[in-house]
């Protein structure tokens, strides 16, 4: 208990899955949590987790414009933050073909915008909130962004890229001596409403063969949970980390040791 007492964080995609477990780990770990997502106003996911502890703002994670003015309250209300955790995203699989051949130009721009611009832009205006006192930024990257995946081309290219700009957030931090550190987070077959488009949301027989069929291919032989991910990104948050920047924690229960690189592998 206790491991981020007294800090001020801001979750990104906070609504659901990965984003809601790490925003609920915090609070229970002592720390302000400024929950964000795309919606308007507090999703009813998130009635449980708002109270004189946390707060929600929307936050279009790719609006530049969005980001000034959560930066503007955060600077008003706490004077400064002591947590990012750049987790938003999206697969984009409701958007069309994925693969290098089919992919429309516009659903590749969409997914970058989203994945990338919101973790640069996170990390911008991060920096800008942390650097008189130091601070955590934890960026949502994913084993899709270790390998190549032929069916979600824009996804993997996104998230790669969010993997190495996290190691140019931490070696410039590190040189301007803001006592920032930077590192990435890297899930893979981590059961999350961002599986829907794949397996619907009905709990049917094809679903289930086709859970069994992926959880036959991971080495400890069953998917991961968003707390399986929050547990990773809390240790990057508090102080344990402190001697950690630049760094990447691959979550996939042993794909990456090994197995091929497919579809069933993203976040």
Same mark, same amino acid.
């Given at each position: ?122 990390? /911008? %205006? $991060? @920096? ?6 130091? *601070?955590? #930024? ?7 962004? +270790? ?29 301007? /001596? %803001? $006592? @920032? ?6 899930? *893979?077959? #981590? ?7 794949? +397996? ?30 929050? %547990? $990773? ?35």
């Amino acid at each position: 208990m206790n491991r981020v007492l007294g800090k001020v964080a801001l979750v990104t995609g906070a609504a659901q899955g990965i984003g809601k477990e790490i925003a609920s780990l915090l609070r229970t770990e002592g720390a302000h949590v400024i929950l964000t997502d795309i919606h308007e106003t507090p999703p009813p996911s998130l009635a449980n987790l708002l109270n004189e502890q946390s707060s929600y703002h929307c936050l279009d994670v790719s609006s530049e414009l969005h980001w000034k003015n959560l930066s503007s309250h955060i600077i008003k209300t706490y004077g400064h933050l002591d947590i990012l955790i750049n987790n938003a995203g999206i697969t984009g699989l409701g958007h069309g073909p994925q693969d290098p051949e089919h992919a429309s130009l516009e659903s590749w721009h969409t997914i970058h915008r989203i994945n990338l611009d919101g973790v640069f832009l996170g990390c /911008k %205006y $991060g @920096i800008a909130l942390m650097k008189q006192r130091g *601070g955590s #930024i934890v960026n949502m990257s994913s084993r899709s962004g +270790l390998v190549g995946v032929p069916a979600a081309a824009a996804y993997a290219s996104s998230k790669a890229a969010i993997r190495n700009h996290t190691k140019s957030v931490a070696l410039y931090c590190a040189q301007k /001596k %803001y $006592g @920032i550190r930077c590192n990435s987070i890297h899930p *893979g077959a #981590i059961l999350t409403p961002l599986w829907d488009d794949m +397996l619907g949301t009905d709990a049917n027989l094809e679903k289930k063969e086709i859970l069994d069929h992926i959880e036959a291919d991971i080495p400890l032989g069953h998917m991961g949970t968003s707390e399986d991910v929050a %547990y $990773g990104a809390l240790y990057f948050a508090s102080d344990e980390s402190k001697y950690v920047t630049g760094s990447e924690l691959v979550i996939d229960g042993g794909i990456t040791c090994g197995s091929t690189a497919s579809l069933k592998s993203t976040k």
